[in-house]
């Protein structure tokens, strides 16, 4: 069963960073992409970044490119977001997800979605 497991969520002022963790299980890790995504109250779900597991390759959705950074520990099955110069509008709560084995989509991932999901982390940027 494929589990992913957020966690480093919470408060943190404009300006600030915070590392977010998805941890993975139930699957192949280095086949598999891994996903973050967010959705604000009200808001649609957006994209935010994706890695290919197998080689590396990143994609961001320019509102979060030169300030997000995602990356990926094969050895702990575990993928970071770390977010720096963080905003108000990153307020949301953020979702990991996986997709795979397959051939790396990138952006199309960003955009439609992926395979399995977890339960997601909230993340409040305050003013």
């Known amino acids: 069963e494929v589990q992913l497991v957020e966690s480093g969520g919470g408060l943190v002022q404009a300006g600030g960073s915070l590392r977010l963790s998805c941890a993975a299980s139930?699957?192949?890790?280095?086949?598999?992409?891994i996903g973050w995504f967010r959705q604000a109250p009200g808001k649609e779900r957006e994209g935010v970044s994706c890695?290919?597991?197998?080689?590396?390759?990143?994609v961001y959705a320019d509102s979060v490119k030169g300030r997000f950074t995602i990356s990926s520990d094969n050895a702990k099955n575990t993928v970071y977001l770390q977010m720096n110069s963080l905003k108000p509008e990153d307020t949301a709560v953020y979702y990991c997800a996986a997709d795979g084995p397959s051939t790396y989509l990138g952006s199309y991932y960003l955009k439609y979605g992926m395979d399995y999901w977890g339960k997601g982390t909230l993340v409040t940027v305050s003013s």
């Open positions: 139930g699957f192949t890790f280095g086949n598999y992409a």
């Open positions: 890695i290919s597991n197998s080689d590396g390759r990143t």
